[in-house]
């Protein structure tokens, strides 16, 4: 019989932490919790698979799920020694989603379970507090109304309201019992007008339309959208958890928080987190009471006058801490948890990995490593490649001046400066419109998503740390800064104000979240620091990867760059980028517009004098590391205007009649130009200008030797061969050119000439090519729209679509398709090494720095990757975990030992 059901509780439980794809990450982890004998109210969880055969089989449970179910709710009233309906004793419960990966807020969520006419009473007289019993049961009636029974939040907020007015107060907890008995009467009357029907009293019929809700919540459309913004698959499904209720909203020796058990922010070893007394769980993350922290420390530095966990109940502090403790040293990773305090006792209600920003997740698993937790490459492991982009932002610059209106906490870092919006909607048009916006809420909830993912950060003036804006802007890597208290915002009129300083809707902010500030305007920001974290991360990378990392570069700026971010040589200088800008646009036209012979050599020896300039720069930069220079690749065409105007000024500067540049432009005009008279093309038609690019190559060498510099090996590179003969005839000109220049400057140099593999063609005969081609490189960009027959230009248009519908699970023009393209390159590898051994290989397109692009590139055998400047640490990184798998090594995972209680100290409950 399949097992639809999973129990825990009690120092044990039928599932464990790995079991996530079955019982969903919240309950996979209840049940590790439970197993090592935290503190744990029972419950049970209703598996994924009952979620997708509940889709699959038109909304209707599997048949045994019902027993199965009873089985479990008898398991609960026996471990916490209540009974589920009963008079006296009642048990109630929650009843919660819980998917693989975290979603959070994304689906429903039902509390006080098992309410009703009768059991409230019963709590009332067991918890000694009538208003407690009360305004749970208020509570209970409105959340199942809404998540069960679908009737508009609004008609209960109406009727509380009215209960206020009623009372003349202005807060719901001002309200006393009689109101609350009152309002829940009133509630029930509204739900019967609403959907023709009583409010289920039977505890057995709640259950069943909680669990229904959870389940169809998975298909709501905030989820859809959590789901497609992070690639989470629909056929996941979640799982339900149900699990005895603990209060912590019962009176003043009650609390409940959430913490992270390492600085989620800048990933410090410190205990963080924050908690309310008298509340309940929802209310810390919803941003509305302002809540306190868990250390004297945390309280002290945020200047927070509330006291901490640590003074209000010093001894819950230090079991807590002992959790804490136990947690990391069993799972290896910092935690993200959530507790309860009911009458002075401490639950755990979830442990899941915490979410970090890029910094922070460097500093832990440095950290971690440093501290013999994990290893130096489980450290590697786990950190995502991705992360590393995030580090590479800009930070404010220190020295601009700032006018700060008001400060925050520094909830995600990074800085972001914008227009202000004030909804999500507005931020997702005004993105759309290609605006930057900074969106600016009192507080945010899960339907803000979009306009979260459209902002360049937010802002928000209520909620702390864990706020739903701080949650999500990390996970996003956006910058935010959360509970700006002074920011005091206007919906309405569309406007911030601070003091005396007004910020209408459009006008631009700057927020920093690192240190938290507002600051009015746009402040100028300075490239990213590499904290300490980062340098050692990438030092063992180093150690652990077998690929190199190269860069493709032309400009100083960008050489410089690469070198800093620890880029072994250039793997592609794209030469044509050299001639695109100012003066030598000009003489790159008169050379194409040459009326004769003579006339070419003239405008080809001012571009020999430009082009040895920039090599010789970015040889001298590079220091000795290889560099790889590729000869011209664009079609002509793309040199010369085609308005009439432009053209008028063309022939100008070049001194040539109009009706030339009218003449050449039509000559040089191509149907389809990326499959045409570029690449080897032009240099077999156009020798002279090989032979030159041949020549600035190798005397630029020659100009960094005879300086005293670290004499590079040349590289010169062959774009887009399709035929031996191509390359021949080409590697001809150079070798000639090579052989000239060693003799006019008396010297001797080391160069190579290799090929670009572009196209198909070119796989197929790598072995023929490799008998002259002493390197290949995989132009994977053109090789990718060569192989799909698919422009790089215009696949835009629909490959979206694609992706939408599955035919192709990536952008192939992202991500290396490893079946495809890669069949090819992998055919490629083959052949080329069998003709020449040990054949120098590596990748210069796009994919070069993806990760999964890398590592299909280190299982191939390739010997470096080449990526742009600002991916070489991503690419550094991905080499190493792609070293590391293909030893064996996984992500880390935690301990999967039995592991025996540490403190079996959940009795009946
Ligand atoms: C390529 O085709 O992958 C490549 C690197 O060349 P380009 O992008 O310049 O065509
Ligand atoms: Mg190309």
Same mark, same amino acid.
């Given at each position: 019989?399949?097992?639809?059901?999973?129990?825990?509780?009690?120092?044990?439980?039928?599932?464990?932490?790995?079991?996530?794809?079955?019982?969903?990450?919240?309950?996979?982890?209840?049940?590790?919790?439970?197993?090592?004998?935290?503190?744990?109210?029972?419950?049970?969880?209703?598996?994924?698979?009952?979620?997708?055969?509940?889709?699959?089989?038109?909304?209707?449970?599997?048949?045994?799920?019902?027993?199965?179910?009873?089985?479990?709710?008898?398991?609960?009233?026996?471990?916490?020694?209540?009974?589920?309906?009963?008079?006296?004793?009642? #048990?109630?419960?929650?009843?919660?989603?819980?998917?693989?990966?975290?979603?959070?807020?994304?689906?429903?969520?039902?509390?006080?379970?098992?309410?009703?006419?009768?059991?409230?009473?019963?709590?009332?007289?067991?918890?000694?507090?009538?208003?407690?019993?009360?305004?749970?049961?208020?509570?209970?009636?409105?959340?199942?109304?809404?998540?069960?029974?679908?009737?508009?939040?609004?008609?209960?907020?109406?009727?509380?309201?009215?209960?206020?007015?009623?009372?003349?107060?202005?807060?719901?907890?001002? #309200?006393?019992?009689?109101?609350?008995?009152?309002?829940?009467?009133?509630?029930?009357?509204?739900?019967?007008?609403?959907?023709?029907?009583?409010?289920?009293?039977?505890?057995?019929?709640?259950?069943?339309?909680?669990?229904?809700?959870?389940?169809?919540?998975?298909?709501?459309?905030?989820?859809?959208?959590?789901?497609?913004?992070?690639?989470?698959?629909?056929?996941?499904?979640?799982?339900?958890?149900? +699990?005895?209720?603990?209060?912590?909203?019962?009176?003043?020796?009650?609390?409940?928080?959430?913490?992270?058990?390492?600085?989620?922010?800048?990933?410090?070893?410190?205990?963080?987190?924050?908690?309310?007394?008298?509340?309940?769980?929802?209310?810390?993350?919803?941003?509305?009471?302002?809540?306190?922290?868990?250390?004297?420390?945390?309280?002290?530095?945020?200047?927070?006058?509330?006291?901490?966990?640590?003074?209000?109940?010093?001894?819950?502090?230090?079991?807590?801490?002992?959790?804490?403790?136990?947690?990391?040293?069993?799972?290896?990773?910092?935690?993200?948890?959530?507790?309860?305090?009911?009458?002075?006792?401490?639950?755990?209600?979830?442990?899941?990995?915490?979410?970090?920003?890029?910094?922070?997740?460097?500093?832990?698993?440095?950290?971690?490593?440093?501290?013999?937790?994990?290893?130096?490459?489980?450290?590697?492991?786990?950190?995502?490649?991705?992360?590393?982009?995030?580090?590479?932002?800009?930070?404010?610059?220190?020295?601009?001046?700032?006018?700060?209106?008001?400060?925050?906490?520094?909830?995600?870092?990074?800085?972001?400066?914008g227009?202000?919006v004030f909804s999500a909607d507005e931020a997702v048009r005004r993105a759309?419109?290609?605006e930057?916006v900074l969106l600016?809420?009192?507080?945010?909830?899960?339907?803000d998503?979009h306009g979260l993912h459209a902002a360049?950060?937010v802002?928000?003036?209520?909620?702390?740390?864990?706020?739903?804006?701080?949650?999500?802007?990390?996970?996003?890597?956006?910058?935010?800064?959360?509970?700006?208290?002074?920011?005091?915002?206007?919906?309405?009129?569309?406007?911030?104000?601070?003091?005396?300083?007004?910020? +209408?809707?459009?006008?631009?902010?700057?927020?920093?979240?690192?240190?938290?500030?507002?600051?009015? !305007?746009?402040?100028?920001?300075?490239?990213?620091?590499?904290?300490?974290?980062?340098?050692?991360?990438?030092?063992?990378?180093?150690?652990?990867?077998?690929?190199?990392?190269?860069?493709?570069?032309?400009?100083?700026?960008?050489?410089?760059?690469?070198?800093?971010?620890?880029?072994?040589?250039?793997?592609?200088?794209?030469?044509?980028?050299?001639?695109?800008?100012?003066?030598?646009?000009?003489?790159?036209?008169?050379?194409?517009?040459?009326?004769?012979?003579?006339?070419?050599?003239?405008?080809?020896?001012?571009?020999?004098?430009?082009?040895?300039?920039?090599?010789?720069?970015?040889?001298?930069?590079?220091?000795?590391?290889?560099?790889?220079?590729?000869?011209?690749?664009? &079609?002509?065409?793309?040199?010369?205007?085609?308005?009439?105007?432009?053209?008028?000024?063309?022939?100008?500067?070049?001194?040539? &009649?109009?009706?030339?540049?009218?003449?050449?432009?039509?000559?040089?005009?191509?149907?389809?130009?990326?499959?045409?008279?570029?690449?080897?093309?032009?240099?077999?038609?156009?020798?002279?200008?090989?032979?030159?690019?041949?020549?600035?190559?190798?005397?630029?060498?020659?100009?960094?030797?005879?300086?005293?510099?670290?004499?590079?090996?040349?590289?010169?590179?062959?774009?887009?061969?399709?035929?031996?003969?191509?390359?021949?005839?080409?590697?001809?000109?150079?070798?000639?050119?090579?052989?000239?220049?060693?003799?006019?400057?008396?010297?001797?140099?080391?160069?190579?000439?290799?090929?670009?593999?572009?196209?198909?063609?070119?796989?197929?005969?790598?072995?023929?090519?490799?008998?002259?081609?002493?390197?290949?490189?995989?132009?994977?960009?053109?090789?990718?729209?060569?192989?799909?027959?698919?422009?790089?230009?215009?696949?835009?248009?629909?490959?979206?679509?694609?992706?939408?519908?599955?035919?192709?699970?990536?952008?192939?023009?992202?991500?290396?398709?490893?079946? !495809?393209?890669?069949?090819?390159?992998?055919?490629?590898?083959?052949?080329?090494?069998?003709?020449?051994?040990?054949?120098?290989?590596?990748?210069?397109?796009?994919? !070069?720095?993806?990760?999964?692009?890398?590592?299909?590139?280190?299982?191939?055998?390739?010997?470096?990757?080449?990526?742009?400047?600002?991916?070489?640490?991503?690419?550094?990184?991905?080499?190493?975990?792609?070293?590391?798998?293909?030893?064996?090594?996984?992500?880390?995972?935690?301990?999967?030992?039995?592991?025996?209680?540490?403190?079996?100290?959940?009795?009946?409950?």
């Open positions: 019989m399949v097992q639809w059901v999973y129990n825990f509780g009690a120092g044990a439980a039928d599932g464990r932490a790995e079991m996530k794809n079955l019982l969903g990450g919240k309950g996979a982890n209840l049940a590790e919790m439970a197993s090592i004998g935290l503190p744990v109210p029972p419950g049970f969880t209703l598996t994924t698979e009952v979620c997708t055969r509940f889709y699959e089989d038109k909304c209707t449970y599997p048949a045994e799920l019902k027993g199965q179910v009873a089985k479990a709710l008898a398991l609960v009233e026996e471990r916490s020694g209540q009974k589920f309906g009963d008079a006296t004793n009642p #048990l109630l419960v929650s009843v919660r989603s819980g998917a693989r990966a975290s979603m959070p807020g994304m689906m429903d969520t039902v509390l006080n379970l098992g309410l009703n006419d009768q059991t409230v009473a019963a709590l009332a007289k067991r918890s000694g507090d009538r208003r407690f019993a009360y305004d749970s049961y208020r509570r209970f009636v409105q959340m199942y109304s809404d998540v069960v029974l679908g009737i508009e939040l609004s008609h209960f907020e109406k009727l509380l309201e009215r209960a206020k007015q009623r009372r003349g107060v202005k807060q719901d907890h001002e #309200l006393v019992v009689e109101d609350l008995e009152k309002l829940v009467m009133d509630y029930k009357a509204r739900v019967h007008v609403e959907i023709g029907m009583d409010f289920p009293e039977d505890p057995h019929e709640q259950l069943w339309g909680a669990i229904g809700a959870v389940f169809n919540s998975w298909m709501n459309q905030r989820a859809k959208t959590y789901r497609q913004l992070h690639d989470i698959p629909e056929a996941w499904g979640t799982a339900v958890n149900v +699990q005895a209720m603990v209060f912590g909203n019962m009176g003043s020796d009650c609390a409940t928080g959430v913490a992270f058990t390492r600085n989620p922010s800048n990933g410090t070893n410190d205990f963080y987190g924050e908690f309310l007394v008298n509340a309940q769980g929802e209310d810390v993350v919803a941003g509305i009471r302002t809540p306190q922290e868990l250390t004297i420390q945390a309280r002290k530095s945020h200047g927070s006058d509330l006291p901490s966990l640590e003074e209000v109940m010093p001894n819950i502090f230090r079991e807590l801490c002992t959790v804490r403790q136990q947690l990391e040293t069993h799972y290896k990773d910092m935690q993200d948890i959530e507790f309860t305090i009911q009458q002075n006792k401490l639950y755990m209600l979830q442990t899941r990995t915490g979410k970090r920003t890029a910094h922070a997740a460097l500093q832990i698993a440095v950290d971690m490593a440093n501290e013999g937790l994990i290893s130096k490459s489980q450290a590697l492991m786990r950190l995502k490649p991705e992360l590393i982009d995030q580090l590479l932002h800009p930070t404010l610059d220190p020295k601009a001046k700032k006018q700060v209106i008001a400060k925050g906490l520094p909830a995600s870092p990074g800085a972001a400066a227009k202000v759309k419109d290609g930057k600016v809420r009192i507080e945010t909830s899960p339907d998503i360049e950060g802002l928000t003036t209520r909620g702390g740390m864990t706020s739903h804006a701080a949650v999500v802007a990390r996970g996003m890597g956006r910058p935010c800064v959360a509970g700006a208290g002074a920011v005091q915002v206007d919906y309405a009129a569309a406007r911030l104000s601070v003091g005396s300083v007004a910020v +209408q809707e459009g006008q631009i902010l700057t927020i920093d979240g690192v240190t938290g500030e507002v600051i009015l !305007g746009e402040v100028p920001t300075v490239p990213p620091q590499m904290s300490g974290a980062f340098g050692t991360i990438m030092a063992w990378a180093d150690e652990y990867r077998t690929l190199q990392v190269r860069a493709n570069a032309e400009t100083p700026n960008d050489a410089r760059q690469a070198k800093e971010f620890g880029a072994q040589g250039i793997g592609l200088v794209r030469t044509e980028h050299m001639f695109f800008d100012g003066g030598r646009i000009i003489a790159m036209r008169r050379m194409i517009l040459a009326a004769d012979e003579a006339d070419r050599k003239a405008a080809l020896e001012e571009l020999l004098t430009m082009q040895r300039e920039d090599i010789t720069e970015l040889f001298r930069i590079m220091d000795g590391r290889p560099v790889t220079v590729r000869l011209l690749d664009p &079609p002509l065409h793309e040199f010369i205007p085609h308005t009439e105007a432009e053209m008028a000024q063309v022939a100008k500067a070049a001194g040539v &009649p109009l009706n030339r540049v009218r003449r050449r432009a039509t000559e040089l005009q191509e149907a389809n130009p990326m499959l045409g008279h570029r690449g080897c093309r032009l240099a077999i038609t156009y020798p002279e200008i090989c032979e030159m690019q041949a020549r600035a190559i190798f005397e630029a060498a020659a100009a960094v030797g005879r300086a005293g510099g670290a004499v590079p090996v040349a590289e010169v590179m062959v774009p887009l061969v399709a035929t031996l003969q191509e390359l021949s005839i080409l590697k001809e000109v150079v070798e000639k050119t090579a052989a000239a220049v060693q003799k006019e400057q008396g010297m001797n140099f080391t160069y190579r000439v290799g090929t670009m593999i572009e196209l198909p063609r070119a796989c197929l005969q790598a072995g023929k090519l490799a008998e002259q081609a002493e390197f290949f490189s995989f132009g994977t960009n053109d090789l990718t729209q060569t192989t799909y027959g698919m422009s790089r230009d215009d696949a835009g248009a629909f490959l979206p679509e694609y992706k939408a519908k599955g035919i192709v699970e990536q952008d192939p023009f992202v991500s290396l398709d490893q079946e !495809g393209v890669g069949e090819l390159i992998k055919v490629a590898v083959e052949r080329g090494r069998t003709a020449r051994n040990g054949m120098k290989m590596g990748i210069c397109g796009e994919h !070069g720095g993806d990760p999964a692009s890398i590592e299909f590139c280190n299982k191939v055998g390739l010997d470096y990757v080449s990526c742009s400047p600002f991916r070489v640490p991503v690419a550094r990184l991905a080499a190493a975990q792609a070293a590391l798998k293909l030893r064996g090594e996984k992500a880390l995972q935690p301990s999967t030992k039995a592991a025996k209680p540490l403190q079996p100290t959940f009795g009946p409950w």
